[in-house]
């Protein structure tokens, strides 16, 4: 059992101090957000993440899990303090690392024995570094600490399953007795670990994110090319993916990706470059990619509709992904001032992010069920791939509907299923779109 600080709270943060607790050692979660605090001491989670309430709840009653917003109370026993704040984007893209910098500090303030601090939050290449270099400042080289890289790899909807089965478990460290203290606290995943030094550790985030989002903007682009040619995505990405050399993940065409950490990273790993004198041409062309990916379905909803002016347009899914309420950067919202630009009147609705839309989102009638949502309007575009949405009554769908119309921003549904049933369709590079059917 060991003893652990985790600073920060959020989707990051909240799931690895739980998922610690859950091995056994004890983790005291530290967020200087006294509502959060105060509503995780009541049991409320300030996140939606399928099986953290209970995990939360288990370890709180099990005297593994405790919550502050003292650094003194955090750290007084830990022998290992993880950094797990935001890293969120700020100008030209570069990595915003204030959060980072109130942590260190803070952690300086109240150093009184050895630590091993260790870098969670997704931070440019170079900032273990810093983050070495803001503690020896406030503590001079009495100070025994040492930083220690471990990047996250966790997917907001299945962060738990992530965390507990790794792929691998990233250390990086100029100490690498440190690097070794932190492998042990991994030991009980029986995951591969990697140990680097700090830069490399960084890079490795960064790379594996950016990769990810290139196969992303990959497939869009192949989508768009598909429906210039006749060919179907969904069944190239299948024949592609038998080839262990490509495998089938992250080669679903969509709206493009969104969330917390694609945009933020891939820009912030394009800034690096850029500052450092390497121009990133692939990077820039993933990000225009990604872009210009969430307004195909505003094209297409004209070419289904024609003039979009007075029409009225219902959006299914507001979250970036399924299993989630975060809409950061999620392809829903830009969509979304496209089509109210447009002089669209729009309705949305998602099974869990509503909360979050209405903070959000201005000049939308938010429905509390599909079916409502569909009332009147001219054309449902889907944004999100909730399971609900695959399994929707669409004949009852059509008799609410004043024209029966469906873009499929993430190909949910069978096109000649759908047509069958009279509606107009569109998927993304879903074969020649428009032509030889009954559109
Ligand atoms: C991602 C990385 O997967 C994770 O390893 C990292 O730690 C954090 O960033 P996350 O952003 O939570 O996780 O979601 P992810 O499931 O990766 O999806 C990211 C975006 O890509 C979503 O908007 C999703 O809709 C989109 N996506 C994903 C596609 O458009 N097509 C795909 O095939 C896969």
């Known amino acids: 059992m060991r003893n652990i600080a985790v600073i920060g709270v959020g989707y990051v943060g909240l799931v690895t101090g739980a998922c610690f607790a859950d091995l056994?050692?004890?983790?005291?979660?530290?967020?200087?957000?006294?509502?959060?605090?105060?509503?995780?001491?009541e049991g409320e989670?300030?996140?939606?993440?399928?099986?953290?309430e209970e995990l939360v709840e288990r370890n709180v009653k099990a005297g593994r899990l405790f919550f502050t917003t003292s650094y003194a109370e955090a750290l007084q026993e830990a022998e290992f303090a993880f950094i797990a704040v935001g890293t969120p984007e700020g100008?030209?893209?570069?990595?915003?690392?204030?959060?980072?910098?109130?942590?260190?500090e803070s952690i300086a303030e109240v150093l009184d024995h050895p630590l091993v601090i260790v870098n969670k939050s997704t931070v440019p290449v170079g900032t273990?570094?810093?983050?070495?270099?803001?503690?020896?400042?406030?503590?001079?080289?009495?100070?025994?600490f040492a930083v220690v890289s471990c990047p996250e790899f966790l997917r907001e909807g299945s962060a738990i399953r992530d965390f507990m089965n790794p792929d691998?478990?990233?250390?990086?460290?100029?100490?690498p007795e440190a690097a070794e203290q932190v492998a042990q606290l991994h030991l009980p995943l029986r995951s591969t670990i990697v140990i680097t030094d700090?830069?490399?550790?960084?890079?490795?985030?960064?790379a594996s994110n950016a990769f990810l989002a290139t196969r992303i903007s990959f497939i869009?682009?192949?989508?768009?090319?598909?429906?210039?040619l006749g060919a179907d995505v969904k069944e190239v990405a299948s024949g592609m993916g038998y080839d262990k050399r490509i495998g089938h993940a992250f080669l679903d065409a969509g709206v493009?990706?969104?969330?917390?950490?694609?945009?933020?990273?891939?820009k912030a790993l394009a800034h690096m470059a850029d500052t450092h004198g390497r121009h990133p041409q692939l990077l820039a062309a993933v990000m225009e990619i990604n872009n210009d990916q969430r307004l195909q379905v505003v094209r297409k909803a004209r070419e289904l509709l024609g003039e979009l002016g007075g029409k009225q347009v219902g959006i299914l899914g507001l979250a970036f992904k399924p299993n989630t309420d975060d809409m950061r950067e999620a392809p829903a919202t830009s969509i979304i001032e496209r089509l109210l630009a447009a002089g669209v009147k729009v309705r949305a609705y998602d099974p869990v992010a509503m909360e979050n839309a209405r903070r959000i989102l201005t000049g939308v009638e938010l429905c509390p069920d599909p079916y409502t949502l569909a009332e009147g309007c001219d054309l449902l575009i889907v944004v999100t791939e909730w399971n609900e949405f695959k399994h929707l009554d669409l004949v009852r769908i059509k008799k609410l509907m004043r024209h029966a119309a469906i873009v499929d921003g993430r190909n949910i549904y069978d096109p000649p299923t759908v047509r069958s049933l009279g509606f107009a369709y569109r998927g993304i590079g879903r074969g020649y779109n428009g032509e030889g059917n009954n559109d």
């Open 24 to 41: 056994g050692n004890r983790i005291v979660c530290l967020d200087i957000n006294a509502e959060k605090i105060a509503r995780l001491k």
């Open 45 to 52: 989670m300030p996140i939606y993440e399928p099986g953290l």
């Open 91 to 104: 100008v030209d893209g570069e990595a915003d690392l204030q959060y980072v910098r109130m942590a260190a």
């Open 128 to 144: 273990g570094d810093w983050v070495a270099d803001i503690i020896r400042e406030k503590r001079g080289d009495s100070a025994e």
């Open 168 to 175: 691998r478990v990233v250390l990086g460290s100029l100490a």
């Open 198 to 206: 700090l830069r490399t550790a960084e890079m490795i985030k960064y």
């Open 220 to 228: 869009n682009e192949i989508a768009n090319i598909c429906e210039a």
């Open 256 to 266: 493009g990706y969104g969330g917390s950490c694609f945009p933020k990273d891939v």
